[in-house]
């Protein structure tokens, strides 16, 4: 299914389980995920960022020289979105920001002891890094991380990201846009 942002939007905003994450003016929502075409060597991240009637997206080619699996590409997709919270937060002033990742294992892996691919530690210490780093700059902001398996299916938000980071895989970084703005009224 290769839908256009903007028909992805509208359909964001028709559907009603997703208009509350738009018009939230409390909690910004981050959907991230991540794209690996391991044939021709080509991975992306993406991030679509929800707040206050303003959606965005960001992605990026990610600079892997291999495949090292999905739940190392998941992880470099939450990466993107801490890096992309922390330039919203310089602008925005959300209580709460919600984190959404399609990969099952993350609280696992974020608690992990030991790995049996040093690749998982490694994406995990780096994750780990840059939430700290946020929270020392933005201490009163509640980051939290949620994997978000039922909520995925048309979800035109992640699809946003989904779409994304293929396109970031298969042609390069995406340039942030800017957020489109959407008038709404409430029911």
Do not use: W
């Not at 939450?78 to 959300?94: K, W």
Request: charged residues 20%; contains cysteine; hydrophobic residues 35%.
């Amino acid at each position: 299914m290769n839908l256009t942002p903007d028909l992805l939007l509208k359909k964001a905003l028709a559907n009603p389980s997703l208009r509350p994450a738009i018009l939230n003016k409390g909690t910004m929502f981050l959907y991230c995920d991540y794209a690996g075409f391991a044939s021709r060597n080509v991975y992306g991240a993406a991030c679509c960022t929800v707040y206050n009637r303003s959606i965005s997206v960001t992605a990026k080619r990610l600079p892997l020289e291999r495949d090292f699996g999905s739940n190392y590409g998941e992880m470099m997709a939450i990466s993107l979105s801490l890096e992309t919270l922390a330039s919203a937060l310089s602008e925005h002033q959300p209580k709460i920001a919600v984190i959404y990742t399609d990969c099952s294992r993350i609280s696992r892996i974020m608690e992990q002891d030991r790995f049996s691919h040093p690749h998982d530690e490694q994406g995990r210490n780096e994750l780990l890094a840059a939430a700290a780093r946020l929270n020392r700059r933005f201490p009163d902001v509640d980051v939290q991380m949620k994997y978000f398996r039922k909520h995925k299916h048309n979800n035109f938000l992640h699809r946003l990201a989904h779409n994304a980071a293929r396109e970031a895989a298969l042609s390069g970084d995406i340039n942030p846009q800017p957020p489109h703005e959407q008038e709404t009224t409430s029911n």
